[in-house]
């Protein structure tokens, strides 16, 4: 992703061969990771996410078909993982021009990403470039925090999705926040926020059935983070929130977004440090992995699994 060295990588997120030219590799899916957590409110820590992560797929890259789906995603997507980006230590600017000439590059090149954080702050050079493309984007946002607090500094995984908004990135109108149980400007808010007690209490269909009439046929962006889970699931990270959804259900509501239009992913903020025997990180390669089975789907798998999208 940068003209730096990288930092090393053990193996490619659920196996997937190792690249050091993304751009020339052949592939339909480009996974990343951006160690960077110099944006956090919270806890430190979220720059160990990348490689734990990776670490925990190796838990599920055995299986062929990765339940409930009845195809092997290696049959329809060629996915592979370029590293780690590089950037200057404790450098937010930096880390910001190289993810953002990285992103370009890959997908100039007609690639999709799907970046392993580092803290929520990526998502916003992420947004840039994929704006750029595409023009603005719908945004699909899991997370315990709808991250649209007013604040000052350049470089804060609170208000990036404001700063979003204020750089014409996202479409507030055909956006959507999932999970949010903390505070933010209730009156007058653009995006449509489902909340946790909302999804708690109507399910996973009726999130999906909204999600689809928000979002129509608009590029969406889909990004996950791991505090959306409530920390009975998800530990490890810098600001864990009581209320939060079950891994079942976040993966229930992700597998039924195959009619979307994703033009990237990501799943952030996993501080392995503070996890347990790898709760947080599996849970984040699972949710990584449904979000690539999504963008292999078609209809037809969800009626072989079941699954009807809408209530």
């Known amino acids: 992703m940068s003209a730096a060295k990288k930092l090393p ?20 899916v480009v996974v990343i990771g951006v160690p960077f957590d110099l944006a956090t409110t919270g806890r430190a820590g979220a720059r160990g996410g990348p490689d734990a992560i990776r ?5 599920l890259s055995w299986q062929r078909n990765y339940w409930p789906w009845r195809f092997a995603l290696a049959d329809r997507l060629r996915v592979v993982d370029a590293g780690n980006l590089a950037f200057r230590t404790a450098s937010p ?3 910001v021009a190289a993810l953002q000439a990285g992103v370009r590059d890959v997908i100039s090149s007609g690639k999709r990403l799907l970046t392993l954080g580092g803290d929520h702050f990526i998502s916003l050079p992420i947004l840039r470039e994929h704006a750029a493309k595409y023009g603005p984007i719908s945004l699909v946002h899991f997370d315990a925090h709808a991250d649209t607090e007013d604040l000052e500094g350049e470089f804060n995984h609170g208000s990036m999705f404001l700063d979003a908004q204020r ?20 009156i007058g808010y653009p995006i449509t926020v489902l909340d946790a007690v909302w999804v708690h209490e109507r399910g996973p269909k009726a999130v999906v059935a909204e999600v689809a009439r928000i979002v129509g046929d608009a590029p969406a962006y889909l990004t996950f ?4 889970l409530d920390p009975s699931f998800a530990p490890g990270t810098g600001t864990p929130h ?3 959804l079950s891994t079942q259900q976040a993966l229930q ?14 799943v952030v903020e996993v501080a392995p440090a503070y996890d347990h025997a790898e709760m947080t990180a599996l849970a984040a390669a699972s949710i990584g992995s449904e979000m690539l089975h999504v963008f292999a789907a078609k209809r037809s798998d969800l009626d072989a699994i079941g699954f009807s999208p809408a209530c």
């Open 225 to 228: 983070d791991i505090d959306c």
């Open 242 to 244: 009581p209320g939060g």
């Open 93 to 95: 600017a930096d880390m």
């Open 9 to 28: 990588v053990l193996f490619g997120f659920l196996g997937s061969d190792t690249v050091a030219d993304p751009v020339g590799a052949i592939a339909d």
């Open 55 to 59: 670490l925990a797929s190796g838990h």
């Open 253 to 266: 509501i992700l597998r039924r977004l195959v009619d979307l239009n994703v033009v990237g992913m990501d």
């Open 167 to 186: 750089e014409g990135l996202i479409d507030p109108a055909r956006s959507v926040q999932i999970g949010i149980r903390t505070e933010y400007d209730f």
